[in-house]
């Protein structure tokens, strides 16, 4: 398997206990038995809804991949962003979306290592894709294109314009994380993963971690934040 950021294209905690939620859901069929949660060292019963079986895996595996499909088949030009917190275009059918437009190879690990499945191994699945029609990329306040794909588009970097301040990086809290930041001149250095502030004998350093990158500053510098519901 190819490799990617291990950062936001995975899922957080939270997000599994919905996705285990969101896969028991899928029972309630009668081909799949409801089950009593079993004796099972890897996967605690106590925290967690009864371990999905195998086939109830495949079937989120194919509601995921119809929903993705549904978009391909829409008859209207498509792209894809990955969940990876910048926003890079791609087509369809690049490298570089293949692991989440191919929802079994998103789940990959998930069924090679069925047996062994403890809760949090869910989180080795890769989060569903955006997947936006031309006016809805063209309607993002800012994008960039893949280099690889280079999908045809308005701009091949779109710089960040909404009106907001920006904000010095001493002010990032925990509500920021996960969240698109831009330079003052509306550069993405993509979503962000961790600020810390270290006051050390020659004065504050400022450490700002994004998915992309690692910024160092004095603590003056500033960052513009993408607002929450931004994708
Ligand atoms: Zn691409």
């Known amino acids: 398997m190819a490799e990617h950021n291990d950062g936001p294209e995975r899922l957080s905690t939270d997000e599994l206990v919905n996705l285990i939620d969101e896969i028991?859901?899928?029972?309630?069929?009668?081909?799949?038995p409801e089950r009593e949660p079993a004796d099972d060292p890897?996967?605690?019963?106590?925290?967690?809804?009864?371990?999905?079986?195998?086939?109830?895996?495949?079937?989120?595996?194919?509601?995921?991949?119809e929903a993705v499909d549904s978009r391909l088949r829409s008859g209207q030009d498509v792209f894809f962003i990955t969940a990876s917190g910048i926003r890079r275009v791609h087509k369809p059918d690049c490298d570089h979306v293949r692991h989440t437009v191919d929802r079994s190879e998103s789940w990959d690990l998930v069924l090679q290592n069925y047996d062994t499945l403890r809760p949090a191994d869910l989180g080795m699945v890769y989060?569903?894709?955006?997947?936006?029609t031309r006016p809805e990329v063209e309607a993002l306040n800012s994008y960039v294109?893949?280099?690889?794909?280079?999908p045809a588009l308005d701009?091949?970097?779109?710089?960040f314009s909404f009106p907001v301040q920006s904000m010095l990086a001493?002010?990032?809290g925990q509500h920021?994380?996960?969240?698109?930041v831009f330079t003052e001149d509306g550069e993405e250095l993509g979503a962000l993963v961790s600020h810390q502030r270290i006051v050390a004998a020659e004065g504050i350093r400022s450490i700002t971690r994004t998915?992309?990158?690692?910024?160092?500053?004095?603590?003056?510098?500033?960052?513009?934040v993408a607002p929450k519901d931004a994708v």
């Not at 998915?211 to 513009?224: A, R, S």
């Open 211 to 224: 998915t992309e990158q690692t910024l160092e500053g004095d603590g003056t510098e500033k960052y513009v």
């Open 145 to 150: 294109t893949c280099q690889a794909c280079v």
């Open 127 to 132: 989060r569903m894709p955006h997947v936006l």
């Open 176 to 180: 920021h994380v996960g969240r698109a």
């Open 170 to 172: 001493l002010s990032f």
């Open 24 to 32: 028991a859901a899928g029972r309630g069929s009668t081909l799949v």
């Open 155 to 159: 701009h091949q970097r779109k710089k």
């Open 42 to 65: 890897y996967w605690p019963s106590a925290d967690y809804s009864p371990k999905p079986s195998l086939e109830e895996i495949r079937a989120q595996i194919r509601r995921e991949q």
